[in-house]
């Protein structure tokens, strides 16, 4: 168990829909990352937040967005969603900003697209 | 641009013998290197990193890498694979300069009894 928790587990919603995944991270971390994985695409990542603060952009469509909140924990945002969406979403904390630190990763959660 | 080519998708090894799984990196600047292995419906688990100092990096589990900067290589290696070592593995590449993360396409290492 790597202390990094995300709801939901497993999400099915249709075309079109908006979801919102959730990541709460380890205890004293202040970075979380979000990453997708996907059949096609593989393991992508999309974007970091520290203390509140967005650090690095990866491949994140305009479509989603992310925040993380004064608590720490983090949320994903989908919308407009497509067929090419479904996939394994992960979130994983770090202590630090840097890419140094040691992330861990959370369960991830499965979103479906019909 | 960073990029990271992991050579051979699946690797079959018998217990017992050594695992060797292979990753190239291209970076213009001073990378970070990670591996990362994934158990079946987990999420992915830190190995080993390099970020600075030894080119020889002792991770968790009998795992270790080398960082060849000659050959812009961070081969991962286990002397003795067991059962327990069937998994896919990541190699990534960072720097602090391009703020991001890019991961190689994965090797799914099966060990055979």
């Known amino acids: 168990d790597s202390g990094v928790t995300q709801t939901p587990k497993h999400l099915i919603t249709a075309t079109g829909q908006r979801v919102t995944l959730r990541c709460s991270p380890r205890s004293g971390d202040l970075s979380v990352y979000w990453y997708q994985q996907s059949l096609d695409q593989g393991l992508q990542f999309l974007i970091q937040y520290y203390n509140g603060e967005e650090r690095a952009k990866g491949n994140i469509l305009e479509r989603f967005s992310a925040q993380q909140f004064p608590d720490l924990h983090s949320e994903l945002n989908l919308s407009s969603l497509e067929l090419g969406d479904s996939a394994l979403y992960f979130c994983?904390?770090?202590?630090?900003?840097?890419?140094?630190?040691?992330?861990?990763f959370g369960p991830g959660t499965r979103l479906t697209v019909t | 641009a960073q990029s990271v080519t992991q050579l051979g998708s699946h690797v079959s090894v018998s217990e017992g013998a050594l695992v060797l799984l292979r990753c190239n990196y291209s970076s213009s600047v001073p990378p970070y290197l990670f591996w990362y292995v994934q158990y079946p419906n987990q999420g992915l688990q830190l190995l080993l990193k390099y970020t600075t100092g030894a080119t020889l990096v002792k991770g968790i589990n009998g795992f270790e890498a080398e960082f060849k900067k000659s050959e812009t290589s961070f081969h991962l290696t286990k002397p003795s694979a067991h059962m327990s070592d069937a998994a896919e593995y990541f190699c990534?590449?960072?720097?602090?300069?391009?703020?991001?993360?890019?991961f190689g396409s994965g090797t799914r290492l099966q060990v055979q009894p």
């Open positions: 990534a590449v960072s720097d602090t300069g391009r703020r991001a993360l890019t």
């Open positions: 994983a904390s770090s202590e630090g900003q840097g890419w140094s630190y040691e992330q861990y």
